[in-house]
């Protein structure tokens, strides 16, 4: 399969807890983007890393990347029970079509009051 | 600005029946495209469009035909259901990617379809 991994593919915790997603993929890639869907909704887009940064951050939200361990994790800082979601990470492949994300089967976080 | 619109939210078919999915995007997004969402399987990319008249096949593009004969539209059709294609409908767009700019993409809120 050429979609990245999600890791773990569930995840509870409590409010104010940190959360933290893993994201393994298979080939080299131009970007990798977090997208969080909440039940019954679209996607939406959280974070963009490009293949050349190491770290982003966004409010609440950290981003790494590893190119050399194929690998990337979302990280949220003192969770809210708005946090509830799943969250899928999708990279644009390097040599793929233009346009084209590849998404992982995502990690479903639930966040206790 | 409404974004992504996609219509129905919900439908169920009968096995052997047609039925087309709507999407539309005022946003003048080049890119536009559909997936499915199954549950453990993420989302799977069953058409693209790069522009008015262009489109082309993703991972699971079989039982399904798209169109683009406009910017704005990009309808689904489902040319003779089968009880695997119940799922979860996604329309999406954006502006054209490089692979420098990654672009983000926009998702409607999703069409739930059963087909029994």
């Known amino acids: 399969s050429q979609q990245g991994e999600e890791d773990p593919q569930a995840l509870s915790i409590q409010e104010g807890e940190n959360a933290t997603m893993n994201c393994s993929y298979k080939?080299?890639?131009?970007?990798l983007q977090w997208y969080r869907q909440n039940s019954g909704r679209g996607l939406v887009h959280l974070i963009l890393?490009?293949?050349?940064?190491r770290e982003k951050h966004s409010g609440r939200l950290r981003v790494t990347l590893d190119t050399s361990k194929k690998s990337s994790s979302l990280l949220i800082t003192a969770s809210r029970a708005a946090d509830t979601a799943s969250y899928f990470c999708a990279t644009d492949q390097r040599g793929s079509t233009l346009g084209r994300l590849y998404f992982g089967r995502g990690t479903q976080l639930t966040v206790w009051p | 600005n409404a974004g992504v619109t996609q219509t129905p939210k919900f439908q169920v078919l009968k096995t052997g029946q047609s039925m087309t999915l709507q999407c539309a995007q005022d946003?003048?997004?080049?890119?536009m495209s559909w997936y499915r969402q199954d549950p453990g399987m993420g989302l799977r990319l069953i058409h693209y469009?790069?522009?008015?008249?262009?489109?082309d096949q993703g991972e699971v593009p079989n039982g399904y035909n798209v169109s683009r004969s406009t910017t704005e539209d990009f309808p689904l059709r489902l040319l003779s259901a089968a009880p695997s294609q119940t799922s979860v409908y996604f329309c999406a767009s954006s502006y054209f990617f490089t692979p420098d700019s990654g672009n983000t993409i926009y998702f409607g809120e999703g069409s739930w379809l059963t087909v029994v």
């Open positions: 469009s790069v522009g008015a008249g262009i489109t």
């Open positions: 946003m003048n997004h080049e890119y």
């Open positions: 080939t080299s890639i131009n970007n």
């Open positions: 890393i490009r293949s050349n940064e």
